[in-house]
DNA sequence: ATTCTTACA
DNA sequence: TGTAAGCA
């Protein structure tokens, strides 16, 4: 299929789904023309980074284990595909402390009424 | 009509 | 990531 079909498929834009090509995720073939042709199971590819993107994962980290995981083993197996989720999560979870701080500063503001100036 | 590459008032 | 431009 042409990557406009691969798009309507998937929700993702043209112009992602030839980033997320140029980034070596997904994988394609050209046609005389120069027109991109996808199999079919990369309709499933393109979903699968959709999801880790809205899962908070980074292209970058979703180009290190998308490949080990569409594979033979979508369980994980693989120790470094463990690994790197695991490191994620660790993230994920540095990322929701911050959030958290953020939160009783502005709650804490809310109660008094005023921003606590830290000179003061 | 559809896709391609390149580039950014 | 969107979008416009100029081709094929």
């Not at 997320?20 to 499933?44: P, Q």
């Not at 979703?62 to 695991?86: H, Q, S, T």
């Not at 994920?92 to 606590?116: C, F, N, P, W």
Request: aromatic share 4%; glycine share 6%.
């Amino acid at each position: 299929m042409l990557i406009g079909e691969l798009s309507k498929q998937t929700g993702a834009s043209a112009r992602s789904i030839r980033h997320y090509e140029k980034l070596g995720i997904i994988g394609s073939h050209r046609a005389e023309n120069g027109y991109r042709r996808y199999s079919e199971e990369t309709v499933e590819w393109v979903k699968a980074i959709r999801f880790l993107l809205c899962g908070g994962l980074s292209l970058s980290t979703i180009a290190r284990i998308l490949p080990a995981l569409m594979n033979i083993n979508c369980k994980l197996e693989d120790p470094e595909i463990r690994r790197v989720i695991e490191e994620e999560a660790i993230n994920v979870k540095s990322r929701m402390e911050q959030l958290d701080q953020s939160h009783r500063i502005l709650t804490a503001a809310l109660e008094k009424g005023y921003l606590r100036r830290p000179s003061e």
